[in-house]
């Protein structure tokens, strides 16, 4: 596999600067048929990357490397040679038991305190299970139940951003959130409800597929709470102080719609047309207020089904979304919810996108540098894009991959002065059985590149 990178960054953003990058290390360890890593995830202090791979529901730790860029062999490019790109081994292995279905780092997790070393997993028909990020044993175990007094496996878990609960969500029997204290293991949860039946009309709809907060070194506070379903698609904004111990149980959220069906929906809708004192719609004096083919066109692009959510890390409420068979990355403006009374009158609206090629069922990550002004894209087309993200350019693109690029993740490394950025690579692949018959055992056969793997780059 050859790794190209295509720099286009604009003369007038000469602010926003993309390092050639450098393939310096790839997973070699990820062997069996279709036993891609889904998605990554570096550690809060940057140390190391969290995965899964796709057939053996294994999740994985890898070291990031410790061996300065500028050790390494390069050529009159600056690029890293072949020879002294690092086979990356797995340094921890921790049985998911059945499908992992998301895992999530305790979010003040510091290496040089093994107390604070451990992630969340759920896997299918399994608890919610803390395990030691050293020892890959089992630390705890949180058990969600439901109505009929049995034990549901989430389809999403998160920590709250200080690390004292543990959010459970995404089951099929109701629409329901189950909030844990991480210090306090077993079955026993605050149960948050999004409407009052499964079946009512009220209140978010759709199995939840993705949890996150607003950054609390951002936001004025870090109460709040999105939520994405998968079809109907639809992003919901909640206030996380009513999921405390005090709340009383089977509490239903009145969250603010971003994106989604419902009779909220439609009575916001409306807000984006004002009409002046003259009965004319006067859309140029409202500066804030989109056009309906707008609003439909961010509303189709949330439509199959929310896969990731992420609060910018430099702007205050502003919250970054991706979906099923969405060819953007769509941004929204929720500055209303803010508390701000010069914001009050702004609607919760889409603002901006950022191309990509997702036309896939696939879970596809999105990611930020530590300064919240490069946004780095997977895509089903075998690249990675970065984009500008105040001014909406493409800035970069990382071509050649040997398949899908369904995850990433960006850090900082202190320790090589540099920023690093960890690629997933791998999909499902479905064979034509009548291929399969005319081409006898050559079809057959893959490579373990072309079975993808964990890559990481030097920014």
């Known amino acids: 596999m050859t790794d190209e990178w295509?720099?286009?960054?604009?003369?007038?953003?000469?602010?926003?600067?993309?390092?050639?990058?450098?393939?310096?290390?790839?997973?070699?360890?990820?062997?069996?048929?279709?036993?891609?890593?889904?998605?990554?995830?570096?550690?809060?202090?940057?140390?190391?990357?969290?995965?899964?791979?796709?057939?053996?529901?294994?999740?994985?730790?890898?070291?990031?490397?410790?061996?300065?860029?500028?050790?390494?062999?390069?050529?009159?490019?600056?690029?890293?040679?072949?020879?002294?790109?690092?086979?990356?081994?797995?340094?921890?292995?921790?049985?998911?038991?059945?499908s992992v279905r998301s895992y999530s780092w305790?979010?003040?997790?510091?290496?040089?305190?093994?107390?604070?070393?451990?992630?969340?997993?759920?896997?299918?028909?399994?608890?919610?299970?803390?395990?030691?990020?050293?020892?890959?044993?089992?630390?705890?175990?949180?058990?969600?139940?439901?109505?009929?007094?049995?034990?549901?496996?989430?389809?999403?878990?998160?920590?709250?951003?200080?690390?004292?609960?543990?959010?459970?969500?995404?089951?099929?029997?109701?629409?329901?959130?189950?909030?844990?204290?991480?210090?306090?293991?077993?079955?026993?949860?605050?149960?948050?409800?999004?409407?009052?039946?499964?079946?009512?009309?009220?209140?978010?709809?759709?199995?939840?597929?993705?949890?996150?907060?607003?950054?609390?070194?951002?936001?004025?506070?870090?109460?709040?709470?999105?939520?994405?379903?998968?079809?109907?698609?639809?992003?919901?904004l909640y206030d996380d102080r009513m999921s405390s111990s005090q709340t009383p149980a089977s509490t239903i959220l009145n969250g603010v719609c971003v994106v989604g069906h419902g009779r909220s929906h439609s009575r916001k809708k409306r807000r984006f047309v004002a009409i002046s004192n003259d009965g004319n719609n006067d859309e140029e004096e409202t500066g804030n207020l989109f056009s309906k083919a707008k609003i439909q066109w961010f509303q189709s692009r949330a439509r199959g089904g929310v896969t990731h959510l992420k609060f910018s890390p430099s702007e205050a409420y502003v919250l970054y979304s991706s979906s099923r068979r969405s060819d953007a990355v769509l941004g929204w403006d929720v500055r209303m919810v803010s508390g701000n009374d010069d914001y009050a009158s702004c609607p919760v609206r889409g603002f901006t996108s950022f191309a990509t090629d997702n036309n896939t069922n696939q879970r596809i990550e999105f990611d930020f540098d530590e300064t919240g002004r490069r946004l780095f894209v997977g895509g089903q087309d075998k690249c990675v894009r970065v984009y500008n993200v105040q001014g909406g350019e493409l800035i970069g693109r990382l071509d050649s991959l040997a398949d899908v690029a369904n995850g990433v993740s960006y850090t900082f490394s202190a320790q090589l002065n540099c920023g690093l950025l960890a690629v997933?690579?791998?999909?499902?692949?479905?064979?034509?059985?009548?291929?399969?018959?005319?081409?006898?055992?050559?079809?057959?056969?893959?490579?373990?590149?072309?079975?993808?793997?964990?890559?990481?780059?030097r920014i």
């Open 106 to 236: 305790y979010p003040h997790m510091n290496s040089a305190e093994p107390s604070s070393c451990c992630f969340l997993s759920s896997s299918r028909d399994q608890p919610i299970h803390l395990v030691d990020a050293y020892t890959a044993k089992i630390r705890a175990s949180y058990c969600p139940y439901n109505a009929l007094d049995e034990m549901e496996s989430p389809t999403v878990a998160t920590f709250s951003p200080d690390g004292q609960r543990i959010l459970a969500a995404g089951f099929r029997t109701d629409r329901t959130i189950h909030v844990f204290q991480t210090a306090t293991p077993g079955r026993d949860s605050t149960v948050l409800r999004l409407g009052k039946t499964r079946r009512s009309s009220d209140g978010q709809k759709g199995l939840i597929s993705a949890l996150t907060f607003s950054s609390p070194q951002i936001c004025c506070f870090n109460n709040l709470l999105a939520v994405g379903t998968y079809a109907p698609g639809s992003i919901y």
């Open 6 to 98: 295509h720099n286009s960054t604009p003369k007038n953003e000469g602010k926003v600067s993309i390092m050639s990058p450098s393939l310096i290390a790839r997973s070699v360890d990820t062997n069996g048929e279709e036993n891609f890593p889904k998605g990554a995830a570096f550690s809060p202090d940057g140390l190391c990357v969290l995965t899964n791979t796709a057939s053996d529901h294994q999740l994985r730790l890898y070291n990031t490397p410790t061996k300065q860029p500028e050790d390494c062999a390069e050529n009159t490019n600056g690029k890293i040679l072949k020879e002294a790109i690092i086979d990356w081994k797995t340094s921890l292995v921790a049985n998911g038991c059945d």
């Open 424 to 457: 997933a690579v791998g999909g499902r692949r479905f064979v034509n059985n009548d291929e399969n018959d005319e081409g006898g055992e050559s079809s057959s056969t893959t490579t373990a590149q072309d079975q993808g793997g964990l890559e990481l780059y």
